[in-house]
């Protein structure tokens, strides 16, 4: 067969459904899911930011948008308290850190840069993100 998958592939452990995240609501599981794909398989550079291996920057208004569903003809989406409760969660679990993206200087149309403290967006890091992706790490025991 010679049909490739576009946009790659990534691993989850069937531990999956033993873990607390497996009990929590379905939503919690497909932002988990979502963040998993999103993050970086390598790292790269971007602008003035260095993404590791398994960081992505996103911000709250794209993750609602990921996390929007169809219901009959309704089109539903998250609010922003239920993401960042999950955020919160998935990062007292240990499984993601959440840091803010800021810029210190925005532009002021022409009169002197302004000092701020503005968010620009989220980095989120998945933490072992090289140990869940790691094929060799699912291989069986040797006989």
């Not at 932002?31 to 291996?53: F, P, S």
């Amino acid at each position: 067969m010679t049909d490739t998958v576009h946009g790659g592939s990534f691993i989850i452990a069937r531990k999956l459904f033993s873990s607390n995240i497996w009990t929590r609501p379905p939503l919690c599981l497909k932002l988990w899911l979502w963040i998993i794909g999103q993050a970086n398989h390598t790292d790269h550079e971007k602008g003035q930011h260095t993404y590791r291996r398994g960081d992505f920057a996103t911000t709250y208004e794209k993750i609602i948008k990921a996390l929007a569903y169809r219901e009959n003809r309704r089109v539903i989406f998250p609010t922003i308290k239920q993401v960042r409760l999950i955020l919160a969660w998935l990062e007292s679990q240990g499984m993601i850190t959440v840091k803010p993206i800021r810029v210190n200087y925005l532009p002021n149309k022409g009169r002197d840069k302004v000092q701020t403290g503005a968010y620009v967006g989220l980095l989120i890091s998945v933490v072992n993100y090289d140990t869940y992706q790691a094929p060799k790490t699912y291989k069986g025991r040797d006989k």
